[in-house]
């Protein structure tokens, strides 16, 4: 987010400098299609080890000796499927087109439309940006697991960890699932289920089905494998 600041701050200013202050949008400030290739990389390396990282731990768990890293074709897929959900930059876009165009139509100075996109990248490099890393890290972590034990051959199934402090959702779902094994590859709630919290809250599963944690962002909830008796 940092260096897409500073190449939007770069634009704003040659934009300006050539009289197109009036036409200015979120959309030209950046070469989107550039920067969606230039996020997904640097995602995909950090998404990559999560994954190879859950994948050991699922190994020493189940007692294992599969082989993954961060080569395998499964954790390839894994950080394929996560950055094919994200829409960070569509967050980002259509914040910064709202923004610069109020400032427009207010008559704002260069230093006002330049404050305005620091205001947005601010955003976005503080909470924003912790939440996306710690959420999708923790979706590769959990799914390179889930997927070492499928290939296992010892595990039958999984159960959900409830974190200590837990929010109201994960405690519904812990309360609806206690004792039961969920095989490896059932969801413990489809896309478009509406959860109530035992605080009677909703909440709707609306991004991906629901595998594992994290249920919801910044959750600590954890999985663990059920093994077959034989």
């Keep these: 987010f940092g260096a897409q600041e500073r190449r939007a701050l770069a634009r704003l200013a040659e934009l300006i400098g050539k009289g197109m202050r ?17 996020l997904g990389e640097a995602l995909f390396k950090h998404l990559s080890a999560a994954c ?3 994948a050991l731990n699922g190994e020493q768990l189940a007692g294992g000796s599969i082989a993954w890293d961060l080569n395998h074709p499964a954790v390839r897929n894994v950080s394929e499927n996560i950055l094919g959900k994200l829409a960070v930059n569509d967050t980002t876009k259509t914040a910064l087109s709202k923004s610069i165009t109020e400032g427009i139509e207010n008559g704002e100075s260069y230093r006002g439309l330049k404050g305005r996109i620091e205001a947005v990248f601010s955003q976005a490099k503080g909470y924003r940006a912790e939440m996306i890393a710690r959420t999708e890290s923790t979706r590769a972590f959990m799914e390179g697991q889930r997927a070492t034990w499928a290939d296992s051959g010892v595990v039958k199934g999984k159960q959900w960890l409830l974190a200590p402090g837990a929010c109201q959702f994960c405690q519904a779902l812990a309360l609806e699932y206690a004792d039961r094994v969920i095989p490896m590859d059932q969801p413990f709630y489809p896309i478009g289920h509406v959860l109530t919290g035992v605080d009677g809250g909703r909440l709707l599963v609306d991004y991906t089905e ?3 944690p994290p ?14 008796e034989s």
């Design 52 to 54: 190879a990282a859950g």
């Design 215 to 228: 249920l919801h962002p910044h959750d600590r909830c954890d999985l663990i494998p059920v093994l077959s």
């Design 22 to 38: 009036v036409k200015l949008t979120g959309s030209e400030l950046l070469d989107w299609l550039a920067e969606e290739g230039a």
């Design 210 to 212: 629901i595998q594992g």
